[in-house]
């Protein structure tokens, strides 16, 4: 049973920082990995996918990877701004045909201006 | 291209009573999820449907819940009777079949049992 656990729960940083959030998972046996960012009382909104066989995706300020033999993926991102303030999900999927996303707590981000 | 949508945003209704949730995917995906998040926990995977077709129903809570998909199009989550514990915020998502099957959201609905 896939577990997710995303550290740390909760950040707050200064505006211009660059950060690194990180996600761990316990099967490496997975399709693809998504990262989301949930604003308060809003739906997820997808910020990048990485497949499997993929070590990274950048979108921005924003670059993902993935090392799935360790289990783990790393969002970092760059120049923060207070926009950026939201909860992040990183979610892994299982094998093809198995496409169910497998959330953890999340971490929670403020970008302090 | 319009998103995910959902219906109602909010649903308050008393223990006992019957409630159903709407989805419209974006147009063309076939796949279409339903997941829940109760409060202090994490988002977690309901039911997963290919067109009209249940792929994986591994996280339906129990037979008290029940989803559908007619058509291939929209799909609906009943929840009859509810009780206080189905409280919490159902999504929505859909994806394109083939390729990396990015998963969209939808806003949630907010179910509120009392």
């Known amino acids: 049973k896939q577990e997710v656990t995303q550290i740390p729960a909760a950040l707050s940083v200064p505006e211009g920082e660059n950060l690194v959030l990180n996600c761990s998972f316990t099967d490496s046996a997975i399709y693809n990995l998504q990262w989301f960012r949930q604003d308060p009382g809003k739906g997820l909104t997808s910020l990048l996918l990485i497949q499997s066989s993929q070590r990274e995706q950048t979108s921005g300020r924003l670059n993902a990877s993935l090392d799935k033999s360790s289990g783990r993926s790393t969002l970092y991102i760059a120049a923060s701004q207070p926009g950026d303030s939201a909860t992040y999900l990183c979610a892994p999927t299982g094998i093809q045909g198995a496409q169910k996303l497998v959330f953890g707590q999340g971490t929670r981000l403020t970008i302090n201006p | 291209e319009a998103g995910v949508t959902q219906f109602p945003s909010h649903s308050v209704i008393e223990k006992g009573q019957t409630v159903t949730l709407r989805c419209d995917p974006i147009?063309?995906?076939?796949?279409l999820y339903w997941y829940r998040r109760v409060m202090g926990k994490e988002i977690k995977f309901l039911l997963h449907?290919?067109?009209?077709?249940?792929?994986?129903e591994s996280g339906m809570p129990n037979n008290r819940f029940l989803a559908e998909r007619t058509g291939g199009t929209y799909s609906t989550l009943k929840v009859q009777p509810a009780e206080l514990e189905d409280s919490g915020v159902y999504f929505c998502a859909s994806s394109r079949q083939g390729g990396v099957y990015e998963q969209y959201f939808g806003p949630g609905t907010r179910l509120t049992v009392t």
């Open positions: 449907f290919v067109k009209e077709s249940k792929q994986d």
């Open positions: 147009s063309g995906h076939d796949n």
